[in-house]
């Protein structure tokens, strides 16, 4: 792939308002790092220039580029996920509005993301959204179709009367994979708007399981009891 030209990245995050405020201000990020990085003295998780794997829309790909660029077959498939827009034969993008009717008429059926949302932002969950808010929701989609995905609602693992987004941490080198014997969940009350998320009042929790006792050992546990 080569290497990143760090001249011509500045220059670029420098021309965006968002990220020109960040450079201007001094008291945020560490002097050097981004030099550092460059020489390999360092290693960073988010480098500038991925932020489009966070796009939402992005995922929508994800198994056809493994299956063109890896030549393999997707150990785990993604959960259909689908765009509010589609193409005209002229390659014009536009609404789809027989999928925006459906989803619509069946809301409590289905979860809407905003695809470039960050941190539970433009994410509504069918059964936990109102009747105002689907209006609100649906002309924004009318407006801006390219922007709105949406996927089937799936109920989440219970814990304690909170549900939890159960999440194995793994450390991908490129002939190493390292996954943690321990599984984590973001977690929030049940009562909440359905996000999952640390901005929602949720929480990071380890996820312990407790295996089940055998038949033999639960019937002897039983006559000890009695």
Known sequence: MGKIDYEILEKLLQEDYYFK????????????????????????????????????????????????????????????????????????????????????????????????????????????????????????????PQRYIFQEYKTLSTINGNIGDLRMISDVHVDKINVANVPWARVVSESGDGKVNISSNGFEATVLVRRKPAPMCTDIISQIMK
Do not use: C
């Open 21 to 144: 405020k960040v450079l201007d201000n001094k008291k945020l990020g560490i002097p050097g790092i981004m030099k550092s990085f460059s020489l390999g003295n360092i290693g960073l998780t988010n480098t500038p220039g991925l932020e489009f794997v966070g796009d939402k829309e992005f995922y929508i790909y994800v198994e056809n580029l493994i299956k063109f660029y890896l030549k393999e077959e997707p150990v785990l498939n993604n959960m259909k996920t689908e765009s509010f827009s589609k193409i005209d034969r002229s390659g014009n993008s536009l609404l789809d509005q027989r999928k925006l009717d459906h989803v619509f008429d069946n809301f409590e059926k289905y979860v809407v993301k905003g695809v470039d949302g960050r941190g539970g932002d433009a994410v509504w969950v069918g059964p936990k959204t109102d009747e105002t808010t689907k209006r609100q929701v649906r002309l924004m989609i009318e407006e801006n």
